[in-house]
């Protein structure tokens, strides 16, 4: 979804860089195969660079300067693996006079960090429902010690509906939505961290 959202913010070509988590992790491992599954259906984009910043906003900040240096004027896009890194990706650009609306960069957790970029219309991220997963863990584990009489007490599984059924608690997978952070949700997702 993030690189689906840099690609189209690009307008299907130029040239992106990819900031990655620590090598070798399974999110790493999983979001770039993502990352490179949209990229190989928009033959005309190009990566540039594609290297870690250990999740890291101080140092996807430092690996961004390097890159704006190496790269003048050719980078389009950046894809964060996450959004502290994107974050930190945006800030090298401020810091080089790039207004980073003309880079299209997106992350993936929406830490509030992340929601106010994107209200500002710096970066796209992907919500990452926390306290989705959380609760519906806790739901499907209550489930396992109270048996078929147990009802699940999380709005998660109104909230997602379809998209995450409860079919009794007994699927042995679930899948938490990835949600979209958008300027039409972000002050809703923004006021839901402040009654917390």
């Known amino acids: 979804?993030?690189?689906?959202?840099?690609?189209?913010?690009?307008?299907?070509?130029?040239?992106?860089?990819?900031?990655?988590?620590?090598?070798?992790?399974?999110?790493?491992?999983?979001?770039?195969?993502?990352?490179?599954?949209?990229?190989?259906?928009?033959?005309?984009?190009?990566?540039?660079?594609?290297?870690?910043?250990?999740?890291?906003?101080?140092?996807?900040?430092?690996?961004?300067?390097?890159?704006?240096?190496?790269?003048?004027?050719?980078?389009?896009?950046?894809?964060?693996?996450?959004?502290?890194?994107?974050?930190?990706?945006?800030?090298?650009?401020?810091?080089?006079?790039?207004?980073?609306?003309?880079?299209?960069?997106?992350g993936i957790d929406g830490v509030t960090d992340a929601l106010l970029a994107v209200k500002r219309g710096e970066m796209v991220s992907i919500l990452q429902d926390s306290t989705g997963q959380s609760q519906g863990a806790l739901d499907i584990a209550l489930r396992q010690l109270v048996g078929p009489s147990y009802t699940p007490e999380s709005e998660i599984w109104a909230q997602y509906g379809a998209d995450m059924p409860w079919h009794d608690g007994m699927d042995s997978l679930y899948n938490v939505p990835w949600t979209p952070v958008t300027a039409q949700n972000v002050d809703k997702l923004l006021a839901s961290r402040q009654k917390t």
């Open 1 to 106: 979804m993030e690189a689906e959202a840099v690609i189209k913010g690009i307008g299907g070509k130029g040239n992106v860089v990819i900031i990655e988590g620590p090598i070798g992790q399974s999110a790493q491992i999983e979001r770039r195969k993502g990352n490179l599954l949209a990229l190989a259906n928009a033959p005309e984009v190009k990566v540039l660079e594609m290297k870690t910043a250990n999740w890291s906003r101080a140092e996807a900040l430092s690996l961004m300067e390097n890159w704006l240096t190496a790269h003048p004027n050719q980078i389009s896009g950046v894809i964060g693996q996450n959004d502290e890194m994107a974050l930190g990706a945006i800030e090298a650009m401020k810091a080089a006079g790039i207004d980073p609306k003309s880079m299209p960069t997106a």
